[in-house]
């Protein structure tokens, strides 16, 4: 894939291994995730999220520190992925900084629907609760659909989101918000179109062809 053309580089990969995700790829899905998260205000400052980032990876908080602000600052805030959920008072420092305090970040409605699509995130269930408490009225009918994939076919539903976030971190769709799958209609994605040959001819199998259809699968998944 190479380098998106967004800003968004949660999917780039490196030209030469397509396969591996690029530093910034890995540095902004772990802020995501972390935002994600049922992290305290602490953990969710620039400070908290580079020392939570950078023990998890062994190495000293302030080597990471600038690329996260960047991110933060350049990226995830200007593109309303995250917003300042409030501020911490700091005891120390230059008294403007105390007075002002430390900010502090959550997902804005955006941020979830792009955390849904990140494979590693844990609470994805949570999310999925989250984004459609907030969804407007023409949002509503991919709820209900998507909620019972989930409960039968996790792993399907969720490579929707991944390919729908895709499709915006590749230019392909304009807008995320509002969330609105007749979007992915225009993309050529021959995964998508493969799924759908399955489940339709699923429908139409007998009982006992569907028995046989799933004891092959499991005989080459």
Known sequence: MGKSETKLAIFDTFKTKDEELTGEAQRQRAIIGILASDANAAERTRTGISQKMAKKQGIPWKNIYSGIFRDLDEILLPMEIAEEDGRLPLLRGPKALQEKGIPYYHLT???VLIALSISDIK???KLLKELFSKSESGEKEFEKILSSLLENSPKFAYSIFQ??????CDNKIKELLPFDLTKLRDISDESLAIQKE????FVKLSKQEKEDAIKFLDKIT
């Open 109 to 111: 409605k955006k941020g």
């Open 123 to 125: 609470n994805r269930e």
């Open 163 to 168: 390919k729908y976030v895709k499709a915006f």
């Open 198 to 201: 399955i489940l339709v001819a």
